[in-house]
């Protein structure tokens, strides 16, 4: 079973910032993009943001202009540097891999703004 290993989740307060890193296995490979979503209590899974292969960024429009995503090829890892967190932006984030067919998903790290 592969397993995506998320971290940097945490409790922070409004206008505090956060870093979540996701480790993606070497077994994983031909990887078409990465991304985060998120899920806050009492609704669906979003997206947040995606990084294809070829460097090309989307972002929800909630958070565009605070969020940053980037990948490091050399550790396999995609980041999520978030800035100027509000409390709306409390949700689980989980990590998501997509290869030709076939996607993995990670546990999820809770991100929680306080007020």
Known sequence: QVQLVESGGGLVQAGGSLRLSCA?????FRIIAMGWYRQA?????????TITSDGSTNYADSVKGR???SRDNAKNTVYLQMNSLQPEDTAVYYCRIAVPFKEY??????VTVSS
């Open 105 to 110: 998903w990670g546990q999820g790290t809770q």
């Open 24 to 28: 993606v296995p070497g077994s994983i």
């Open 67 to 69: 969020f940053t995503i």
């Open 41 to 49: 209590p009492g609704k669906q899974r979003e997206l947040v943001a």
